[in-house]
């Protein structure tokens, strides 16, 4: 599905599976202004050679309520790419975005430079291929934000090896806010939970149990309660 600009997709109880493109967007690109919703509907099965396995997301808005990315590969990104500072990702109602594999960054999902919400939802058991300079098993982070809340779960993400970095969410630069959520069985990989360079981490109220290596690996100040 090509979603240009300003363009606006519904999927309800549908599937966009075994795709593939040599560019970006395997499954779906949705453009700059676009808008994609899903709701009980799965991305499941589909390759890119560059980035964004199932999705990519160009200076969009994508929104999942109670959906599935799953299975879908990629060089970056293997269930979704986000780009861009309008950019915007939210992955709610018990979605799930699992099981998807990146060579390089981002096995579940790819920020960079947006806006990701994850609410009563789970990253699961996505992972890197690279045997080096893998990073963000789960979610990887570069520039934007992401917030993870309302029990919502990062489970059994993966990095190449043990020299990879933040199995469940890598964060190179940018904000990440983690309110009432839990980590569990992260790794391999230095932050097997978290590993966290350039901005803020705000921890309130959540459960980090079972992660590989040092389970938060953050070099900025961080903040952790409850």
């Known amino acids: 599905i090509y979603n240009a600009s300003a363009g606006s997709v519904t999927l309800s109880a549908s599937s966009v599976v075994s795709n593939s493109a040599t560019n970006n967007g395997g499954g779906i690109w949705n453009?700059?202004?676009?808008?994609?919703?899903?709701?009980?509907?799965?991305?499941?099965?589909?390759?890119?050679?560059?980035?964004?396995?199932?999705?990519?997301?160009?200076?969009?808005?994508?929104?999942?309520?109670?959906?599935?990315?799953?299975?879908?590969s990629a060089q970056s990104g293997g269930g979704i790419y986000n780009i861009g500072a309008s950019a915007v990702v939210t992955i709610a109602d018990n979605s799930q975005v699992r099981e998807n594999v990146a060579a390089t960054f981002g096995g579940g999902l790819n920020n960079s430079g947006g806006i990701v919400m994850l609410d009563h939802s789970g990253i699961l058991s996505n992972v890197i291929t690279a045997q080096a300079f893998s990073q963000g098993g789960g979610v990887y982070i570069n520039g934007g934000a992401m917030t993870i809340t309302n029990n919502s779960l990062i489970q059994n993400?993966?990095?190449?090896?043990?020299?990879?970095?933040?199995a469940g969410v890598i964060v190179i630069n940018g904000a990440l806010t983690v309110e009432d959520s839990a980590f569990l069985f992260n790794g391999p990989g230095r932050g097997g939970a978290i590993h966290h360079g350039n901005g803020t981490l705000n921890i309130t109220g959540s459960c980090i149990v079972g992660n590989s290596d040092t389970a938060i690996d953050a070099s900025p100040p961080t903040t952790a309660t409850g």
């Open 31 to 72: 453009g700059a202004a676009g808008s994609v919703t899903l709701s009980a509907s799965s991305i499941v099965s589909n390759r890119v050679i560059a980035n964004g396995g199932g999705i990519f997301n160009d200076l969009g808005t994508l929104f999942l309520a109670a959906s599935t990315v799953a299975a879908n």
């Open 157 to 166: 993400n993966a990095t190449g090896n043990d020299e990879g970095a933040g």
